[in-house]
């Protein structure tokens, strides 16, 4: 069987049936119906945040995120390029600039000592990034936007139920946005959510991913529409259940792959994170001067069926649709992105399979 680079975790047969049972007898199948409603309290209570406003997908979470805050059109946010296209995406096509902020050689975040250099006049918000688990300077990053009066929007795709000092990482920043797509730690099939404390804005997220409609006559402007249906709720009701035993799972896979792989020249792995809980969601490996480039180990772990994943791959300023076209230079996300490659991780991976991925390596 193919050993794929992530698999989605997922309840049993039986505990799904049982959690949607009830949508027969309500036939309320989506808009804010009775199961994403429990799930919002659940998740707020997980990630410690005092509110939470559910999304059919991630991205769509992350373009109300920027939109909510009503930027002038054409207004810079600073960013990384090290981060899914989803990222740079919602930025432009909310009609604003991506400046791009290289990330540093330990975590792979955005580097904050260079954030300062790219404010400019027209600069509304930082958009750092949360990758493969580790979590940016979330202390330093809050002080560089009070100094400069600007909104943190964060794309948190990668950090469901991270703690930073014992405080869920959900708390930081104006807004957070987490990804519930199928193969992230917790996941409802497709979905995301926005975290914040400022209870004003809740009414109006609420709104933007409904059309703008405040009740059966009443429309304020022209939103869309994101809402998360019932059975993507379910899951995420299932999931949120069994997201601990899913992440010590993962956990003891990365401490294998930590055995087996640390203290080889040319390999690096991630270190963790200094007041850090981490989720383990990726396992990313850079290969610098290895005996074998990463694509050679990539194309190695193919011909055994094993996927493996330059991830992330090229940045985002290098598609033909933004290279060249927008402001920073980012020498560090670019090697990077070249000598990266996540291997397989997910909570039912077996230490048997995770030796097999290592002496193939090696």
Same mark, same amino acid.
Request: hydrophobic letters at 35%; a negative charge; charged letters at 25%.
């Given at each position: 069987?193919?050993?794929?680079?992530?698999?989605?975790?997922?309840?049993?047969?039986?505990?799904?049936?049982?959690?949607?049972?009830?949508?027969?007898?309500?036939?309320?199948?989506?808009?804010?119906?009775?199961?994403?409603?429990?799930?919002?309290?659940?998740?707020?209570?997980?990630?410690?945040?005092?509110?939470?406003?559910?999304?059919?997908?991630?991205?769509? #979470?992350?373009?109300?995120?920027?939109? +909510?805050? /009503?930027?002038?059109?054409? %207004?810079?946010?600073?960013?990384?390029? &090290?981060? @899914?296209?989803?990222?740079?995406?919602?930025?432009?096509?909310?009609?604003?600039?991506?400046?791009?902020?290289?990330?540093?050689?330990?975590?792979?975040?955005?580097?904050?000592?260079?954030?300062?250099?790219?404010?400019?006049?027209?600069?509304?918000?930082?958009?750092?990034?949360?990758?493969?688990?580790?979590?940016?300077?979330?202390?330093?990053?809050?002080?560089?936007?009070?100094?400069?009066?600007?909104?943190?929007?964060?794309?948190? #795709?990668?950090?469901?139920?991270?703690? +930073?000092? /014992?405080?869920?990482?959900? %708390?930081?920043?104006?807004?957070?946005? &987490?990804? @519930?797509?199928?193969?992230?730690?917790?996941?409802?099939?497709?979905?995301?959510?926005?975290?914040?404390?400022?209870?004003?804005?809740?009414?109006?997220?609420?709104?933007?991913?409904?059309?703008?409609?405040?009740?059966?006559?009443?429309?304020?402007?022209?939103?869309?529409?994101?809402?998360?249906?019932?059975?993507?709720?379910?899951?995420?009701?299932?999931?949120?259940?069994?997201?601990?035993?899913?992440?010590?799972?993962?956990?003891? #896979?990365?401490?294998?792959?930590?055995?087996?792989?640390?203290?080889?020249?040319?390999?690096?792995?991630?270190?963790?994170?200094?007041?850090?809980?981490?989720?383990?969601?990726?396992?990313?490996?850079?290969?610098?001067?290895?005996?074998?480039?990463?694509?050679?180990?990539?194309?190695?772990?193919?011909?055994?069926?094993?996927?493996?994943?330059?991830?992330?791959?090229?940045?985002?300023?290098?598609?033909?649709?933004?290279?060249?076209?927008?402001?920073?230079?980012?020498?560090?996300?670019?090697?990077?992105?070249?000598?990266?490659?996540?291997?397989?991780?997910?909570?039912?991976?077996?230490?048997?399979?995770?030796?097999?991925?290592?002496?193939?390596?090696?």
């Amino acid at each position: 069987m193919k050993i794929n680079v992530t698999r989605s975790s997922m309840p049993s047969f039986e505990e799904y049936c049982e959690e949607i049972k009830d949508i027969w007898e309500s036939r309320w199948l989506t808009n804010h119906g009775a199961k994403l409603q429990a799930l919002e309290e659940k998740l707020k209570e997980y990630l410690g945040v005092k509110n939470v406003v559910m999304f059919t997908n991630g991205h769509l #979470a992350l373009e109300a995120a920027i939109s +909510y805050f /009503n930027f002038p059109r054409g %207004s810079e946010i600073i960013t990384t390029p &090290f981060t @899914f296209v989803s990222t740079t995406n919602s930025i432009i096509r909310c009609g604003m600039i991506p400046v791009f902020c290289d990330i540093n050689d330990k975590d792979y975040t955005i580097d904050v000592t260079k954030i300062e250099a790219l404010i400019t006049d027209k600069t509304v918000a930082i958009m750092p990034v949360h990758v493969y688990g580790n979590i940016c300077d979330v202390e330093a990053i809050e002080r560089i936007a009070k100094k400069h009066h600007l909104k943190v929007i964060y794309d948190a #795709a990668h950090a469901f139920g991270v703690k +930073y000092k /014992n405080r869920g990482i959900a %708390s930081y920043g104006d807004i957070s946005m &987490f990804s @519930f797509h199928a193969t992230k730690v917790f996941h409802t099939i497709e979905g995301g959510c926005l975290c914040f404390n400022d209870d004003s804005m809740k009414l109006p997220l609420e709104q933007q991913k409904d059309f703008g409609i405040v009740d059966a006559e009443h429309c304020d402007y022209a939103g869309g529409n994101a809402k998360m249906n019932e059975f993507q709720a379910s899951m995420g009701l299932c999931n949120l259940r069994h997201v601990d035993e899913y992440i010590s799972s993962r956990k003891k #896979a990365v401490e294998q792959y930590q055995k087996r792989l640390s203290g080889i020249k040319g390999i690096k792995l991630l270190e963790p994170q200094e007041d850090v809980l981490s989720n383990y969601a990726y396992l990313p490996v850079v290969f610098d001067d290895y005996k074998k480039n990463r694509d050679e180990i990539k194309d190695e772990l193919a011909k055994h069926d094993i996927g493996a994943r330059k991830y992330f791959y090229p940045i985002t300023n290098e598609y033909s649709y933004s290279k060249g076209k927008y402001k920073g230079d980012t020498p560090i996300a670019e090697s990077i992105s070249k000598k990266v490659l996540t291997l397989p991780l997910y909570s039912d991976l077996s230490i048997e399979n995770i030796n097999l991925i290592c002496d193939i390596i090696l």
